[in-house]
């Protein structure tokens, strides 16, 4: 069993990619309290929901600036209803390896 079954996350992440780009339809966004790092006080995050799947992503400025380009639009209140095409990108945070979630415009269907 992989870690991520072991310990499943509330919000997705590159690994629930599994290396593979998926088109998805925006719902909506909503701002949610987190904690970034066990005992700091929490902070307002900004995750975006799909249509088409059970878990939101949490907006980077890069990933919000990327999906901002895919669907035409800055103002997230027009990305509802919008496709965009999610994939995972590997990165290096504070010098580990990580898989990024990234945005592109969705291929017409």
Known sequence: MKL?????????????LAGKSVA???????????????????????VVYFKE???????SKILATQI???V??????AWPGKRVMLYPEEV??????RTAIRARKAIQE
Request: hydrophobic content about 30%.
């Open 4 to 16: 991520n079954e072991l310990f499943p996350s509330k919000y997705a992440t590159g690994q629930d």
């Open 24 to 46: 998805l339809t925006i719902s909506h966004l909503r701002s949610e309290k987190m904690i970034p790092t066990p005992g700091t006080p929490p902070v307002d995050k900004w």
């Open 53 to 59: 799947a059970q878990k939101g992503v949490v907006l």
């Open 68 to 70: 901002a380009q895919a």
């Open 72 to 77: 035409g639009s800055e103002d997230t209140d």
């Open 92 to 97: 290096n945070v504070a010098g580990k390896p």
